[in-house]
């Protein structure tokens, strides 16, 4: 008989990686697909195939998309939020960041901010709690304290 699907632990060992890895990108939302049956995590083996010819390369330029190039502004979440002004959670907490709908990239393992794209994802929650009767600030880049307030009360 032959198997459809592994556990965690046989795919590690098949890439050489921990099982934790494999928990963390789970909870990242990265690698391949993968099905649960009680508490046992199992990944169909045609999942895997497909993850795996989709990390195949001709050469290291492949990897380099648009948004990855060299023309973008890529910074750090720190970089990001002294930037716009913003506290650092927004940018750091993944779930806070999905139900924020901040735009990012993964540079590897690091998630990297596109500074044009988060000026402009901050300009238009700023307006949408505008449009929304809260009182939120005119200028977006001015240092004004209620700015973590009116960003905190749009809803996810």
Known sequence: MQKIAINEIELAQ?????????????????????FKLSKRV???????????NGALYES?????TARDSVDAKLVSAREA????????????????????????VYVG????????????????????????????PQNFDSGSGTRVQTIAKIPA
């Open 42 to 52: 199992c990944y169909p083996l045609d999942q895997i195939l497909a993850f795996e």
């Open 81 to 104: 939020a002294a930037a716009i002004n913003l506290p650092m959670y927004l940018l750091t907490h993944p779930k806070v960041r999905q139900s924020m709908g901040v735009p990012f």
């Open 109 to 136: 393992k690091l998630v990297r901010f596109n500074l044009d794209e988060v000026t402009e994802w901050a300009h238009r929650c700023a307006s949408e709690v505008d449009d929304q009767g809260f009182d939120a």
């Open 60 to 64: 290291t330029s492949e990897r380099c």
């Open 14 to 34: 098949r890439w050489g990686i921990s099982p934790k890895t494999l928990q963390r990108w789970r909870s990242e939302g990265r690698g391949p697909r993968y």
